[in-house]
Nanobody, 117 residues
Framework: QVHLVESGGGLVQAGGSLRLSCAAS????????MGWYRQAPGKQRDLVAT???????NYADSVKGRFTISRDNGKNTVYLQMNSLKPEHTAVYYC???????????WGQGTQVTVST
């Protein structure tokens, strides 16, 4: 079992920045993907960005050039640096860990990001 805890969300003005963190604990297979997803009120949960344990990244088109995902494998932590935030970025941001070979996945509880005008 892997337990994920997100932090770093909050209220920020448009144009500001936030850095989300997600720490994983438990029995963690070394080869895994970690990622961030978000869900706005009344909408489905969508991909924001993912990163493999080797450092390969994938971004939703809407955040390319604005958000940066990174990870520290030694700390089992993934980060999401969000710059130039807009009100439409307001959502609950969820962290996910996925082990491809076993199809195991775990989700965090989510952290609220609110961008005001």
């Amino acid at each position: 079992q892997v337990h994920l805890v997100e932090s770093g969300g909050g209220l920020v003005q448009a144009g500001g920045s936030l850095r989300l963190s997600c720490a994983a604990s438990g029995t963690i297979f070394s080869i895994n993907d970690m990622g961030w997803y978000r869900q706005a009120p009344g909408k489905q949960r969508d991909l924001v960005a993912t990163i493999t344990s080797g450092g390969s990244t994938n971004y939703a088109d809407s955040v390319k050039g604005r958000f940066t995902i990174s990870r520290d494998n030694g700390k089992n932590t993934v980060y999401l640096q969000m710059n130039s935030l807009k009100p439409e970025h307001t959502a609950v941001y969820y962290c996910r860990l996925r082990v491809v070979v076993t199809r195991y996945e775990s989700w965090g509880q989510g952290t609220q990001v609110t961008v005001s005008t």
